[in-house]
């Protein structure tokens, strides 16, 4: 990649969900696995308050990791307001992860999310200055006969409410070795323009 004045940027997103959350922390942790990520694993539920930026790589860092709070019923409008904020001005910005708990079917939090966002895909010129992309989180909560059932059901979930968003990345960050997290590293390098 040839030096460049900015940093590419991803931002990861779930729900605040009342039964369990979408396991951002640790899958940020195995995602990123470089710089101050892995100080992330083990954080309580609902922590994040603010939008949090970790560089990763060595200096200066050409990618940035943006960790975002939850939206939905333990969302605050605030969080909203700075999450709709951050899209409108930064232009570096290439995806957007949005998590789901795989133990978890969608809720309406989830889609309305999907759709808000699916409306920020196309600008008003056409162009589509980010990509959405789907990460269904810890699938080794699902009992092993149930795993296609449940993410079948979750994929069709996600289209309809989204249709450009990209197909789902399926990940286990706890499972040993992690299950997907390969795959993501390589779509975070993809979406950036970067060299896996």
Not at 51 to 67: E, S, W
């Amino acid at each position: 990649m040839s030096a460049r004045s900015f940093t590419l940027t991803v931002r990861f997103m779930s729900t605040a969900k009342i039964f369990g959350n979408s396991g951002a922390a640790e899958f940020l942790a195995a995602a990123g696995s470089v710089g101050s990520i892995p100080k992330l694993h083990g954080l309580p539920e609902g922590r994040t308050r603010e939008l949090n930026f970790f560089r990763v790589g060595p200096d200066p860092g050409k990618l940035i990791l943006v960790d975002a709070p939850g939206y939905g019923a333990r969302g605050k409008a605030e969080w909203g307001i700075l999450f709709d904020k951050y899209l409108e001005t930064r232009r570096e910005l290439r995806r957007i992860y949005i998590l789901f708990n795989a133990k978890h079917s969608l809720n309406k939090f989830d889609t309305d999310m999907l759709a808000q966002l699916s409306t920020k895909l196309i600008d008003e010129r056409g162009r589509q200055p980010f990509t959405l992309q789907a990460v269904i989180t810890k699938v080794d909560t699902i009992p092993p006969d149930r795993i296609p059932e449940t993410i079948a059901r979750i994929r069709k979930d996600i289209w309809e409410a989204a249709p450009l968003c990209l197909p789902p990345i399926v990940t286990s960050a706890s499972m040993s070795p992690p299950y997907g997290i390969d795959d993501v590293r390589k779509n975070i390098a993809d979406a950036c323009g970067l060299k896996a």
